[in-house]
């Protein structure tokens, strides 16, 4: 416990002195760094930000996932089912196009079905449309700029 102690100590006095330092020498990256490690990916409206929380509502029960082997295996891999795409592929925007096969593969059809049977009933069919419109707005992934790079 102490080495852990120590080792956040330690941690969080080089990142205030890598911060000081930055600020003092004109080092430090801010919103011009920001903005260019995010220049690929297309901004969301005030209707797409309100309804962001309702999409993240997964629970990971599984249920949605109950008899989509099949369907999964005939996708040839594009396709791991519907928790996978509310857990992890519909929430990052670089990853949309390969989001919108995948919700290809299952089909709107598919995910009224499986609203249905979502506890905490998830719009599956707007998580889909919505990766759709990103995706087609031509999201794309910025080159990398972290630290120590020129």
């Known amino acids: 416990m102490l080495v852990e102690l120590l080792r ?6 080089w990142a205030l002195t890598r911060t000081v330092i930055g600020n003092l020498f004109g080092l430090r990256r801010g919103l011009p760094e920001f903005q260019a490690s995010y220049a690929g990916l297309p901004p969301l409206s005030p209707a797409e930000r309100r309804a962001l929380p309702q999409f993240s509502g997964c629970i990971a029960c599984g249920l949605c996932d109950i008899g989509e082997g099949a ?9 791991a089912g519907v928790m996978d795409l509310m857990l992890a592929s519909s929430r990052g925007m670089p990853d949309f196009d390969a989001a919108v096969r ?8 598919r ?11 998830v719009p599956m069919r707007q998580v889909a449309a919505f990766v759709r419109a990103k995706a087609g707005e031509g999201v794309k992934a910025a080159p990398p700029t972290g630290v120590g790079r020129p």
């Open 8 to 13: 956040a100590g330690l941690l969080l006095a």
């Open 71 to 79: 369907r999964a295996a005939a996708s040839g891999g594009v396709y």
């Open 102 to 109: 995948s919700f290809d593969a299952v089909g709107d059809a």
């Open 111 to 121: 995910l009224a079905e499986l609203e249905a049977r979502c506890p905490v009933r």
